[in-house]
């Protein structure tokens, strides 16, 4: 090979190397601003986005409850055939025990097949114990991320 024809190779290299890093960069920043925006907002504007991902993702019949007095479910939704009992929480930390309580008495309290908890966080370990001895879903900040996307 010729200096001139590993030149020309490497310049290309180099600036296939930049595209890509500043593709990755640009997804990145993306993504932390859509995060800082979902933690940001207040508990009945979540409920509502949290509302329309469900719809998005091919829930129907899709109702945000009253705001006091829901019985520990923010959204009731279905879906082939199963119906929801959903319970969202907008959390600055992780998401405990209380909330899958609150999923598992609402679930009852409206007659639903599943209860959920949807958070923008993570759960505690005794949240994901107590949720799998109530058979409440747990939906993390990495499951409405994916819906988020799809």
């Not at 010729?2 to 890093?21: E, K, N, P, Y």
């Not at 209860?115 to 109530?134: D, M, R, S």
């Amino acid at each position: 090979m010729t200096m001139q024809l590993i030149m020309i190779i490497a310049i290309i290299a180099g600036v296939a190397a930049i595209i890509v890093a500043w593709v990755v960069l640009c997804r990145r920043f993306r993504r932390t601003a859509h995060e800082r925006t979902v933690d940001e907002m207040d508990g009945l504007d979540f409920e509502y986005y949290c509302a329309d991902l469900l719809v998005a993702d091919g829930f129907y019949d899709v109702q945000v409850t009253k705001s006091s007095g829901d019985y520990g479910v923010d959204i009731l939704a279905e879906k082939d055939g199963v119906t929801y009992a959903i319970q969202c929480k907008r959390y600055s930390g992780l998401v405990g025990v209380k909330a899958v309580q609150e999923a598992y008495a609402g679930r009852d309290y409206y007659d639903r097949m599943v209860g959920v908890v949807l958070t923008n966080q993570y759960f505690t370990k005794p949240a994901i114990e107590a949720a799998k001895k109530l058979k409440i879903l747990l939906w993390d900040r990495d499951y409405m991320q994916a819906m988020e996307t799809e």
